[in-house]
């Protein structure tokens, strides 16, 4: 089976990469290929990265309520390059009162303060197997 | 060593939060080497390892500062009022990100982050609104801004200037700390070296114009904040502090006429006795650096004066209620080890920028401390602990061991540049994370006792109406000034950025000209360029 493929994101302008980083290598460790962008990455930014490197995944790291906006406008970009079966899973502090909209995005995995690395890898698996499957 | 019986989770070693072995019992014979007025001294003598002052907090008690901002200047205006109303003894002002990182709100990188993280400053006339009303002479105020600091800084001496306030009289704290920008928190602009020249350049102008203010707030806090282990925060902090003063010595300042303006900011993490030790170790290496490495003569340049916050990665958004009790332990901690001034967390912060009610009983948690508790009577209590005095000097030896390493490299900002700092706290988090994965490190609430269902608790929502006000008052703004008077200011900043004059006078006066922040933070990135950050895993 190949590996799976995320990007690690850090949209908008907040520079707390420690959630991202530890995210990334836990992914890594648990054998899948992970690109991290770096900081301050547009959302048209990532939508150019997830293209080129053909990803399966993007997980974003999001602390500052920013998540209001840019996923929205991350979802909408996906949908217009024709990248719809991208899973997009999110990190972060997202405030209870968001977590319906997030998911009426295509937001599927909201990952908050406290989650586990066993957790998160096992969503992702689970997820990116199943969307094989389907496809 | 089998375990005892009945130890916590039948856990065989017995380590800090930070994974520094403990033994179980400490003697006499761990602090014999220690000389009491070579190593210890009273507090206030050298090496002030028990503290500056000589009673401690009988003369005055730390300030209690707790940090605050969100949404437009007159939200926050509010809020401040309201804090000074419940006994806070000073301002702590939160920036949002936008502001944090010099860029307009109009700016497509701003997008939903405006008045989100803190108050958004995008003009002199958001700064008259942050303090409408209150007497900028008669407080302290501390402003968390670094790479814009000088703007920032610019802005709030005008505004002190319309109250008729002098400002060799003004007192207050800018972070202006942009090592530790690189190393942990990342709001960088510029490249290092011209920030470093924006800071020397603040020291010099307090110098000659603001001699009361604290041109610097040399802070660990953010680095530990990124994962670094407690010896990391006093070895990162204090080599920064170092670097601060080589720089401005290099640029032609005398040690002891602006170290004694230079203060520190620590964080208060979980470990008690750990965080203790952090503190009294770090007062004793700054001391002795500065009068043997800098040859200080100043006792005030000797004096490490700091400002502490409570651990915000300690909090939990499980079971919030439980972050009172961890916050009321790690403040206790800070007092214990002589902090000048504390901020407490608020119990919802993993969820949320704090309600009104959170915050107030983040700040009763410190009045009960220095008021019921009757720690507050005597200095430096656990000096003279056994297990206190070895860790103190533990942790100093450590931390003088990675001072020396990056001292090998050519300094901090050598070391930043390839990137040593930011490796060794990225590994010293994974490692925390791995441990808290298998349960070798206990989270009450997270990965031990856990609780099946919750009661959420009420939240600060913030939406997009302070965007939209913000957006607003811009325009206005760019209406209303004078363009021309604008434009010549900038010209004068890009002018003294290219060239070697302070950088503070034309700032001021694009500041005075109502030219908002991204403008001139605009101005000195076309002189300077922007760094970029190599993405490391």
Known sequence: MPRIRVIIAKPGLDGHDRGAKIIARGLRDAGMEVIYTGLRQTPEQIVAAALQEDADVIGLSILSGAHTRICPRLMELLREHGLDDVLVVLGGIIPDPDVPAMQALGIRGIFRPGASMAEIVDFIERNVRAREEQG | MPPATGS?????????????????????????????????????????????????????????????????????????????????????????????????????????????????????????????????????????????????????????????????????????????????????????????????????????????????????????????????????????????????????????????????????HNDFFEEIAKYRAARRIWARVMRERFGARDERSLKLRFHSQTAGVSLTAQQPYNNVVRTALQALAAVLGGTQSLHTNSLDEALALPTREAVTLALRTQQIIAHESGVANVVDPLGGSYFVEHLTGEMEGEALDIMGVIDAMGGMVAAIERGFPQREIAESAYRYQQAVERREKIIVGVNEFVADEEEPVPILYIDEAAADRQLAGLERLRRNRDGDRVRRALDGLREAAAGTANTMPPILEAVRAYASIGEICDALREVWGEYEEVPAI
């Not at chain 2, 301002?91 to 109009?106: E, I, N, Y």
Request: aromatic share 12%; hydrophobic share 40%.
């Open chain 2, 8 to 268: 916590p989770a039948g856990r065989r070693e017995f380590t800090t939060v930070s994974g520094r072995p403990v033994r179980v019992l400490y003697t006499p014979a761990d602090v014999a080497h220690l000389d009491y007025a070579r190593d210890l001294g009273d507090p206030g003598t050298f090496p002030y390892t028990r503290g500056i002052h000589a009673t401690g907090y009988r003369g005055k008690l730390w300030t209690m500062r707790q940090f605050a901002g969100f949404g437009t200047p007159g939200e926050t205006n509010a809020r401040y009022k309201e804090l000074l109303a419940n006994g806070g003894t000073g301002l702590s002002v939160a920036f949002d990100l936008p502001t944090l990182m010099g860029r307009d709100p109009d700016h497509p990188l701003s997008l939903g982050e405006v008045g989100k993280c803190g108050v958004s400053i995008v003009s002199l006339a958001d700064m008259e609104a942050l303090f409408d009303g209150i007497d900028l002479s008669s407080i302290t105020t501390s402003m968390t801004i670094n790479s814009p600091a000088p703007v920032l800084f610019a802005m709030y001496l005008a505004v002190a200037e319309r109250q008729g306030a002098d400002w060799r009289q003004l007192s207050g704290t800018i972070q202006n700390d942009i090592l530790k920008e690189f190393i942990a928190q990342k709001e960088f602009i510029y490249p290092p070296r011209p920030s470093m020249r924006l800071v020397t350049d603040v020291f010099r102008f307090c110098r000659d114009e603001v001699p009361r203010w604290n041109t610097i707030s040399v802070s660990g806090y953010h680095i530990r904040e990124a994962g670094a282990t407690a010896v990391q925060e006093l070895a990162f902090t204090l080599r920064d502090g170092v670097e601060y003063v080589q720089y401005g010595v290099d640029a032609g300042l005398g040690v002891d006429e602006f170290v004694p303006r230079l203060s520190f900011f620590f964080n208060a």
